[in-house]
């Protein structure tokens, strides 16, 4: 059954890549033809691996081919989630598999709204990658892809071809708590890092903000039934700074390159979720506008 990736950014080339050398069927959908004639020109996409690049003829078709989609890896931004599935949710058969590959929440729930069909899959992965350049993806940090189903706890029978890919995976019965618990590492380190104009690092010499947020979050966790995701949530949160010292956050590198950030998937997400539940926040609710407003003055979306 043919992998069908829709997305070439980091992650999705990431995987393209991994699965096409394996031998495994695997088929970017490109946004028009244009794009296609590009990527054919370019003859494959190439990972750099440990600095030795391969390039693969991965194959490709404009998203408005009529070839039908049994098992869809979504790895588009959160923001273009739905209008990108949206163009293509004709093409699913009945019983497709779909896999969410998005950060934060709230994304995932309103594509598996538009695809009661199909079984939706949801992906928490903390595998690094960038592009170098287009139609080129460098790994730059091994990591875990975990996989789940909220609503089914059964784990299908193709988990042996990313075992075969050599992409690292767990599956899972808790993806929420797994998808919360990024989520609130992410809203812990990012924006902090945007408006430090900081690398993570840097961080560590605003231990007392870190830590009111982690507490916050772990309150807004624990109010939304994600308890487990609380657990030691400060602790982590440091661990990560120091193990990522050197690094900017993807929030950081985003602005930095005048791109639309996730905040309404992160932050926007939570404090949605907090004010639903009634669960004070008044931290994260100031974090949240802080970043509005350095997004607004930059010129960058907001939303």
Same mark, same amino acid.
């Given at each position: 059954?043919?992998?069908?990736?829709?997305?070439?950014?980091?992650?999705?080339?990431?995987?393209?890549?991994?699965?096409?050398?394996?031998?495994?069927?695997?088929?970017?959908?490109?946004?028009?033809?244009?794009?296609?004639?590009?990527?054919?020109?370019?003859?494959?996409?190439?990972?750099?691996?440990?600095?030795?690049?391969?390039?693969?003829?991965?194959?490709?078709?404009?998203?408005?081919?009529?070839?039908?989609?049994?098992?869809?890896?979504?790895?588009?931004?959160?923001?273009?989630?739905?209008?990108?599935?949206?163009?293509?949710?004709?093409?699913?058969?009945?019983?497709?598999?779909?896999?969410?590959?998005?950060?934060?929440?709230?994304?995932?729930?309103?594509?598996?709204?538009?695809?009661?069909?199909?079984?939706?899959?949801?992906?928490?992965?903390?595998?690094?990658?960038?592009?170098?350049?287009?139609?080129?993806?460098?790994?730059?940090?091994?990591?875990?892809?975990?996989?789940?189903?909220?609503?089914?706890?059964?784990?299908?029978?193709?988990?042996?071809?990313?075992?075969?890919?050599?992409?690292?995976?767990?599956?899972?019965?808790?993806?929420?708590?797994?998808?919360?618990? =990024?989520?609130?590492?992410?809203?812990?380190?990012?924006?902090?890092?945007?408006?430090?104009?900081?690398?993570?690092?840097?961080?560590?010499?605003?231990?007392?903000?870190?830590?009111?947020?982690?507490?916050?979050?772990?309150?807004?966790?624990?109010?939304?039934?994600?308890?487990?995701?609380?657990?030691?949530?400060?602790?982590?949160?440091?661990?990560?700074?120091?193990?990522?010292?050197?690094?900017?956050?993807?929030?950081?590198?985003?602005?930095?390159?005048?791109?639309?950030?996730?905040?309404?998937?992160?932050?926007?997400?939570?404090?949605?979720?907090?004010?639903?539940?009634?669960?004070?926040?008044?931290?994260?609710?100031?974090?949240?506008?802080?970043?509005?407003?350095?997004? =607004?003055?930059?010129?960058?979306?907001?939303?």
């Amino acid at each position: 059954m043919c992998w069908h990736i829709l997305g070439a950014g980091s992650l999705g080339s990431l995987w393209a890549t991994r699965l096409a050398r394996a031998g495994l069927p695997a088929c970017l959908l490109l946004r028009d033809d244009t794009r296609l004639a590009a990527y054919t020109a370019r003859g494959g996409l190439t990972l750099n691996e440990n600095g030795e690049r391969h390039t693969f003829a991965v194959a490709a078709q404009a998203v408005s081919a009529a070839q039908p989609i049994e098992r869809l890896l979504v790895a588009c931004k959160a923001y273009d989630a739905e209008r990108a599935v949206a163009a293509i949710a004709h093409r699913l058969t009945d019983k497709a598999d779909v896999l969410l590959l998005q950060n934060g929440l709230g994304s995932q729930e309103a594509v598996a709204a538009m695809l009661p069909q199909a079984r939706c899959i949801f992906v928490s992965s903390t595998e690094g990658a960038y592009r170098d350049q287009d139609w080129s993806v460098v790994f730059a940090g091994q990591g875990l892809n975990w996989l789940g189903d909220a609503t089914q706890s059964l784990a299908p029978s193709w988990l042996n071809e990313l075992e075969q890919a050599g992409i690292a995976h767990q599956w899972t019965s808790s993806i929420l708590e797994r998808l919360w618990r =990024k989520l609130a590492l992410n809203c812990a380190i990012n924006p902090l890092t945007v408006l430090h104009q900081c690398r993570n690092g840097a961080l560590q010499a605003h231990a007392e903000e870190v830590t009111a947020l982690c507490a916050e979050l772990g309150s807004v966790l624990r109010c939304c039934g994600q308890a487990g995701a609380a657990e030691g949530l400060l602790e982590q949160v440091q661990q990560v700074i120091t193990a990522t010292a050197a690094n900017y956050s993807s929030m950081y590198q985003d602005v930095a390159q005048g791109r639309r950030t996730e905040i309404s998937y992160l932050l926007g997400h939570v404090c949605a979720t907090a004010r639903a539940l009634d669960c004070p926040a008044p931290g994260l609710n100031r974090l949240r506008l802080r970043l509005i407003e350095e997004l =607004k003055a930059r010129g960058l979306p907001s939303d």
